[in-house]
């Protein structure tokens, strides 16, 4: 059984930084392409940053220079790094995994919520 686990959200100021993790158990985890999404309230989901098993990046326009997807095999856990936040990347974020050879996400977390907020 696959089980995806964020954590790391929380209050920040806007201007401020948070690093979310992930970590993902019952898969080979080096196999899945590995992505993060958000939704904000009334919206819907959105991509924000992937990573490839080659470690290749993709990211959405709204947070290319702020936001660093990573990734470490060897503890089955990918991270983003957040910066230079700003009001409107508040929403809950969650991490999910692409397995190699699948062209849809087949797992995700719970999600945790990032609140940016004076």
């Known amino acids: 059984q696959v089980q995806v686990v964020e954590s790391g959200g929380g209050l920040v100021q806007p201007g401020g930084s948070l690093r979310l993790s992930c970590a993902a158990s019952?898969?080979?985890?080096?196999?899945?392409?590995m992505g993060w999404y958000r939704r904000a309230p009334g919206k819907q989901r959105e991509l924000v940053a992937t990573?490839?098993?080659?470690?290749?990046?993709n990211y959405a326009d709204s947070v290319k220079g702020r936001f660093t997807i990573s990734r470490d095999n060897a503890k089955n856990s990918v991270y983003l790094q957040m910066n230079s936040l700003k009001p409107e990347d508040t929403a809950v974020y969650y991490c999910?995994?692409?397995?190699?050879?699948?062209?849809?996400?087949?797992?995700w977390g719970q999600g945790t919520q990032v609140t940016v907020s004076s």
């Open positions: 990573i490839t098993t080659g470690g290749s990046t």
């Open positions: 999910s995994a692409r397995p190699l050879g699948s062209s849809s996400w087949d797992y």
């Open positions: 019952g898969t080979i985890f080096r196999l899945n392409t």
